[in-house]
């Protein structure tokens, strides 16, 4: 009994603060639904960004199909840009850069590389910004800065799709250079029937260079057990 009406002083003692401060409170309930209701406005917002982001890929997909000529890169970077922080505008920054390089404007793909990397840090496809980085500069001739990051890759992305890529790019340059050694280390940690056809293009180049330079047959890099790279 007590309790009860413990709980019915507190209730009207509350009711009492309540009226005598209304406009606080009905400023404070007007504030909290406005906050709700933006929330709501914004969540939905993003979703609509979203679906245009992927309905504007598709027109231009659609379009390329039905004219048989591969979409110019403008068209996905505007794309990129129109629809930023979102899937299809960071799908259509990758798109954009690929194309580029398609078209032989390597300085352009290399900076809508570096503009994904920037922009999508944390994205599942940073193995192929990077790759496409390495690739423009190798393209551009910036052998010295190729190599770098083709060996940031190596190093740093070891379990991403693109490491074998990247350490064939390194034989190939090691090769070319005649720097015959890297390169035969290049081939021989990347010839595995583990890495696919990078592996068996790695053990080609690698019994071809044998054979041109016997010499290089010992000593043999030990080949380490390292992960296989997980294709995403």
């Known amino acids: 009994m007590e309790s009860d009406v413990t709980q019915s002083a507190a ?39 979203q679906i245009s982001a992927s309905e504007a890929l ?12 591969a979409a110019a890169p403008e068209s996905f970077q505007k794309v990129a840009d129109e ?16 194309r580029f390089f398609d078209e032989g404007k390597f300085t352009d793909a290399q900076a809508q590389f570096r503009k994904f990397l920037s922009d999508y840090p944390n994205s599942d496809f940073i193995g192929q910004a990077l ?7 190798e393209a551009q001739g910036k052998t010295a800065d190729a190599i770098n990051a083709y060996k940031n890759i190596v190093e ?55 054979t041109k330079n016997p010499a290089l047959a010992q000593p043999r890099t030990p080949i380490t057990n390292s992960p296989a790279p997980s294709l995403k």
């Open 58 to 69: 598709s027109r231009i997909a659609s379009q390329s199909s039905m004219t048989g000529k």
């Open 83 to 98: 629809y930023a922080n979102t899937g299809g505008g960071e799908r259509a920054l990758l798109l954009a850069g690929a």
């Open 156 to 210: 740093h992305h070891s379990t991403d799709s693109v490491m074998p890529q990247a350490r064939l790019a390194l034989g190939r340059i090691y090769e070319s250079q005649g720097e015959l050694t890297q390169a035969r280390d290049a081939y021989q940690q990347l010839a595995r029937p583990d890495f696919g056809s990078m592996g068996q293009e790695a053990a080609m180049r690698l019994e071809d260079l044998l």
């Open 11 to 49: 209730f009207y003692k509350t009711w009492a603060w309540m009226d005598a401060h209304k406009k606080q409170v009905t400023i404070g309930i007007a504030g909290v639904l406005v906050v709700g209701l933006g929330a709501g406005i914004f969540v939905w917002q993003q979703k609509q960004k």
């Open 131 to 137: 790759i496409g980085v390495a690739a423009s500069l």
